[in-house]
C-alpha cells in the first residue's frame, strides 16, 4: 500500500522569498523586452507557479497590482525588490577570486541588485597584487588587517569547501553580518551572522522533495 502520510511542508516563508526572487528575475527580462503590464496568467505559464500562488505570494507584502488590469512590470519590480531588500545599497567583500569568484565579479546581475564589491581576497598567486575592474585583490592570509568591516555588508565566500568554516570565523570576528558560500557541506553559524549555503545537491533535494506531490 502506498504511503499516503502527509510529508511536513518545507519551511513556507523560504520558499516565497525563494520565488518572489524568481519573479524579479522574470520582471527584469520583461522590462528590458519593453514590457509594460503583467497578469498573474503570464506568471503562471513564464514561472510555472499557479496563478492562486502567486498572488498569495504577493499578499504576503501587500497590495500589488489592480484587479482587472494587472501588475505594471516597472512598479512591481520596484515592489519586490523593496522586499527583497535590493532597494538599497549592498556593499561585499568577495573571498576567492578564483573561476567562480571570477564569474560573480563579473555578473551583471550584481550591479541590478544593488550589490557592489567593495574588497576582494585571494590566496597568495597570480591574482593577488592585481586589481580585478579596479579593485585590488588582496591575500586571505592578511583579512584581518585588510578587510573593513565598516564597509562591508556581506560577504561571498568563493573558496574550496575545507576552508569555508575557517572563512566565517574570521569573518565573525571582523563583525561582517552575512555570508553566502559554495559547498556541499553545513558549517557552525556565528551567532552574530546571517550565512547561507548555495549547494547544488541541496537545491536538488528541494525540487525532489516537492515533485513526489506535484
Excluded at 22 to 31: C, F, S
Excluded at 60 to 68: C, N
Excluded at 77 to 105: C, N, P, T, Y
Aim: a positive charge; zero cysteines; aromatic letters at 6%.
Amino acid at each position: 500500500m502506498a504511503n499516503t502520510k502527509k510529508r511536513p511542508r518545507i519551511d513556507k516563508k523560504n520558499l516565497i522569498i525563494r520565488r518572489m526572487s524568481t519573479y524579479l528575475r522574470t520582471l527584469d527580462h520583461l522590462q528590458n523586452k519593453g514590457v509594460k503590464v503583467i497578469s498573474s496568467a503570464d506568471l503562471e505559464k513564464i514561472d510555472g507557479v499557479t496563478q492562486s500562488l502567486v498572488r498569495r505570494d504577493f499578499a504576503e507584502f501587500g497590495s500589488f497590482g489592480v484587479r482587472g488590469v494587472g501588475y505594471h512590470v516597472p512598479e512591481l519590480r520596484e515592489q519586490i525588490a523593496r522586499v527583497l531588500g535590493f532597494d538599497r545599497h549592498w556593499k561585499v567583500a568577495l573571498i576567492g577570486a578564483g573561476g567562480l569568484g571570477s564569474v560573480l565579479m563579473h555578473s551583471a546581475s550584481f550591479k541590478k541588485r544593488n550589490l557592489e564589491v567593495v574588497q576582494i581576497f585571494d590566496h597568495a598567486g597570480v591574482s593577488v597584487g592585481t586589481s580585478i575592474e579596479g579593485i585590488p585583490v588582496h591575500d586571505i592570509a592578511n583579512i584581518e588587517q585588510e578587510l573593513d568591516a565598516s564597509r562591508i555588508d556581506l560577504a561571498i565566500i568563493a573558496v574550496p569547501p575545507p576552508e569555508v568554516q575557517s572563512v566565517i570565523d574570521r569573518l565573525s570576528q571582523l563583525g561582517v553580518r552575512g555570508a553566502l558560500y559554495f559547498a556541499s557541506r553545513p558549517v557552525r553559524v556565528p551567532e552574530n551572522m546571517v550565512v547561507l549555503n548555495m549547494d547544488i545537491t541541496v537545491e536538488l533535494g528541494v525540487l525532489t522533495y516537492q515533485l513526489q506531490d506535484f
